[in-house]
């Protein structure tokens, strides 16, 4: 079976995962309003790094100044969950795999300089994390839009069953620059308040940065502490580029797929996607009642981070083991009154659990949704 | 057989035979659209990685000679590139870059990300079964070989659309799509 080894997340609630982990459960966000920040004529509410601690905690790895913010936000969260194991990551047995949906793109703007051009490219910037970590394997970059989180990890699962490598640093990770906001503000998807996921007042995304890290590795036998990945899916709703499919279909097919015969009461939480966007959230209720889990609590965790795209699925699959760990279900900070059609379990209190399993459901631009099934002790 | 499409800006052939052309280059994918497919007018709308993957898949398709768009799920579509989706940024960027002319798109920025070409073709195919677009910064067929092996591990995964689909600009593109 495939288990954890380590994590770590990188974010503007803290540099660990115990930190990230009590500050969300504490309810602490660090959503902003940002004025006149990047030269946008728009102002945005973002949760955004504090740059200069990003460089300070790199300044003691290494006096290199030739990684962009990007690049040392992933090669310190790598790092970080590296730094909890004895993994050699020199092994040609050990694989890198980054989920990005954006990575450099800053670099493309032309008052930008310092870097070279190249480094836009996802595989250069990934590559810049294998060198530092002196890892001899071409890393894989998934950049499957907001699913990418999700799909890495699965990436992970089937590069370690298949038995190519023996431990694989699955980071997911994006920062936010003008490209990316200005971008959501075009499409109307941002909301100028903090995100309200599955509120009846809910009027769009906030984005946010971070980086996060699971190491996984494959086991014989499993102890009952140990966070097994069981099942992932990938499905595509062939609707529509850029809106939900109404049936949820995508995310639908994806839960049938990694719910497989087990039985949803053993299930703790569908940790969803919950961007706060009317449509998102409206198709995942659809699809959560199609897969005949509306019995299952739900959550969501943008209220405390916004999207954090290409990390958003690695970041909150390891809140969700966290809380698991911690016999909690985190709140949904920003819901207060059901905003969809099927009714879903939903709370903007911490609540208790004694199950330990959970779901964690993401979905994306070009139709595509992915899905995990995660249990400790391997209890699906 | 194994049905292979290659498509370069002055080249394409369909399972290893020369196909005739008059074009290179954008007006090519345009021209091929026209002899081949036509009715698809989205075409017209989409970014050079899309317009590329949608041409290349339906002369893919077209060979495989299999019955057409009946809603599946046992077929995947996975992709690998060096530069994700860098036209269509790199057109994005254009209408952000001037601050006194700041006008970003929305129907450039949905482009902006490189598995929107494996959504426009499971919507033309209606296949509901997994997409995928991998990043390699060099062309790995060892690599690429190993991750299709690997999506076969999905359960529901029968066959799976693939290959190399990269583009730098509206003239600079390639395609090795089989289906396996």
Redesign the interface.
């Known amino acids: 079976m495939i288990v954890k080894v380590s994590d770590n997340i990188i974010s503007p609630l803290g540099m660990s995962t115990a930190e990230n982990y009590a500050a969300v459960k504490a309810g602490r966000s660090e959503l902003k309003r940002h004025d006149g920040l990047w ?1 946008l ?1 728009e102002f945005f509410t973002a949760s955004l790094m504090d740059r200069n601690k990003v460089e300070l905690a790199f300044a003691e790895l290494s006096d290199n100044e030739q990684y962009t913010f990007f690049e040392k936000m992933i090669i310190l969260s790598a790092k970080k969950a590296l730094e909890q194991t004895d993994i050699d990551p020199t092994s040609d047995k050990v694989l890198f795999i980054l989920s990005t ?3 450099n ?1 800053f670099l ?3 008052r930008e300089t310092g870097f070279p051009e190249e480094r ?5 910037a ?2 810049q994390m294998t060198d530092f970590f002196h890892n001899p394997n ?8 907001c699913i990418s989180g999700v ?1 890495a990890q699965i ?1 992970a ?3 370690l ?2 038995g ?1 490598f023996d431990y694989v640093v699955t980071v997911g990770a994006d920062v936010q620059s ?2 990316i906001v ?7 998807a941002l909301s100028v308040e903090p995100c309200k996921p599955f509120d009846a007042n809910r009027c769009g995304l906030n984005l946010g940065d971070a980086a996060a890290t699971i190491i996984y590795t494959r086991k014989e036998t499993i102890d009952e502490n140990d966070w097994v990945a069981c099942r992932g ?10 809106g939900p499919s109404r049936t949820g ?2 995310s639908y ?1 994806a839960l049938r ?1 990694v719910l497989g015969d087990m039985n949803p009461d053993k299930i703790a939480f569908i940790n969803a996607h919950g961007t706060a966007t009317p449509y998102n959230d409206e198709m995942e209720s659809v699809a959560i009642e199609r897969a005949g889990l509306s019995h299952v609590p739900v959550n969501g965790l943008k209220g405390y981070y916004g999207h954090t795209m290409g990390a958003a699925g690695v970041l909150e699959t390891i809140l969700s083991m966290q809380a698991i760990d911690d016999n909690n279900i985190l709140a949904t900070k920003g819901f207060e009154a059901i905003g969809v059609t099927h009714l879903l379990l939903l709370s903007n209190q911490n609540q208790p659990t004694e199950k330990r399993a959970f779901i964690k459901l993401l979905s ?5 949704n992915a899905a995990i099934l995660m249990a400790k002790g391997g209890a699906a | 057989m194994r049905h292979e499409v290659y498509i370069t800006p002055n080249e394409v052939k369909v399972d290893g035979k020369a196909l005739n052309h008059k074009e290179n280059g954008a007006a090519l994918l345009t021209e091929l659209y026209r002899a081949h497919i036509g009715d698809y007018p989205k075409f017209f709308k989409m970014d050079t990685l899309c317009k590329l993957g949608f041409v290349a898949s339906e002369l893919l398709l077209q060979a495989e000679g299999a019955p057409r768009f009946e809603p599946r799920e046992d077929r995947a579509v996975v992709f690998f590139n060096r530069n994700a989706s860098l036209q269509a940024d790199t057109a994005y960027q254009a209408t952000i870059q001037d601050p006194e002319n700041f006008f970003p798109s929305p129907a450039a920025f949905v482009y902006t990300l490189p598995n929107i070409v494996t959504g426009e073709i499971a919507i033309r195919n209606k296949y509901f079964g997994e997409t995928s677009f991998i990043v390699l910064e060099d062309f790995d067929e060892k690599t690429m070989m190993r991750e299709l092996q690997n999506a076969f591990q999905d359960p529901m995964t029968k066959s799976i659309l693939g290959g190399w689909l990269d583009c730098t600009d509206e003239n600079h593109f390639e395609a090795k799509l089989s289906i396996i």
């Open positions: 030269n004529p949906t954006k990575g793109v493309l703007d032309r836009v490219r996802l595989g250069m990934a590559k071409i890393p894989i970059v998934v950049s499957n839009a799909c990436q699962m089937r590069e069953e298949s190519h003008a490209f200005s971008g959501f503000q075009s499409f109307k899916a990938i499905r595509n709703d062939a609707n529509h580029i850029s279909e995508g097919r797929a994306g631009f070009g139709g595509c």
